[in-house]
């Protein structure tokens, strides 16, 4: 579920890998294997992704389909 919502996120904001993976400071071919579910998304990338979009890492791991963040 979050491969999914991460790309849909990153193509709502009309951006491509490249550009997510350089806020990330990785390289797009790493990026893209998050987005394909090759490999799993670490916490502190999660927590960043969260950061990135202002979604909540529920959200991004598909526990709650609310996406916004509780403070």
Do not use: C, F
Request: proline share 3%; hydrophobic share 30%; net charge neutral.
């Amino acid at each position: 579920m979050a491969y999914q919502r991460i790309r849909d996120l990153r193509e709502d904001h009309d951006w491509n890998q490249k550009t997510v993976a350089k806020m990330l400071n990785m390289s797009q071919t790493g990026y893209s294997k998050y987005e394909t579910g090759e490999n799993d998304i670490p916490t502190k990338v999660l927590i960043r992704l969260a950061d990135i979009y202002g979604t909540s890492i529920d959200y991004l791991l598909g526990v709650t389909n609310n996406p916004i963040r509780n403070s």
